[in-house]
């Protein structure tokens, strides 16, 4: 990796994880990837979450429940 982009990689590290996201699609499209590419990734992404317990499943029961609490 050269130094010019190290220094990039290191920046856009920095940056919050709605914005790396955004770079990273930016990036991502300009070397000839895919929006289905890229929602692939994202998948095996939150697959992992779940797996590492990074995030816990919810029931229908509770999906639906709380979106009647927020809805009114």
Do not use: N
Not at 60 to 65: L, R
């Amino acid at each position: 990796m050269t130094a010019g982009a190290k220094q990039v990689t290191e920046a856009a590290l920095k940056l919050p994880e709605q914005d790396r996201l955004q770079v990273a699609s930016a990036i991502w499209k300009s070397v000839g990837g895919t929006d289905e590419h890229l929602a692939d990734l994202s998948s095996l992404a939150r697959a992992q979450d779940f797996e590492t317990g990074k995030v816990t499943p919810k029931s229908q029961a509770e999906v639906f429940q709380k979106a009647r609490a927020v809805l009114g």
